[in-house]
């Protein structure tokens, strides 16, 4: 059993930043790979970023690369997106996955919005 809880969206400029936090339960947090998905109104759920159970292997959208960067503090069981020069594109609801080797368990979002 996994529980995750989003936190840190909001409103910003476009240019500016902001830092999602995702803090799971449990004591196996280190065992999940993690990762973090949005969903923009009208539009499929896409991963954005994701990192190994090990912290290693970050991986990026193209639409994201150079932007946002993934990673994990172990001893706080908590992932975070730091999200910089950021678009109206990036508006939509911000999703924290774990991903075990057979299931992949969600938070329930955090809407980022972005404007002009």
């Known amino acids: 059993q996994v529980q995750l809880v989003e936190s840190g969206g909001g409103l910003v400029q476009a240019g500016g930043s902001l830092r999602l936090s995702c803090a799971a339960s449990g004591r196996t947090f280190s065992t999940y790979a993690m990762g973090w998905s949005r969903q923009a109104p009208g539009k499929e759920r896409d991963v954005v970023a994701s990192?190994?159970?090990?912290?290693?292997?970050?991986s990026y959208a193209d639409s994201v690369k150079g932007r946002f960067t993934i990673s994990r503090d172990y001893a706080k069981n908590t992932v975070y997106l730091q999200m910089n020069s950021l678009k109206p594109e990036d508006t939509a609801v911000y999703y924290c996955?774990?991903?075990?080797?057979?299931?992949?368990?969600w938070g329930q979002g955090t809407q980022v919005t972005v404007s002009s």
């Open positions: 990192i190994s159970w090990s912290g290693g292997n970050p």
């Open positions: 996955y774990a991903q075990s080797a057979s299931s992949r368990y």
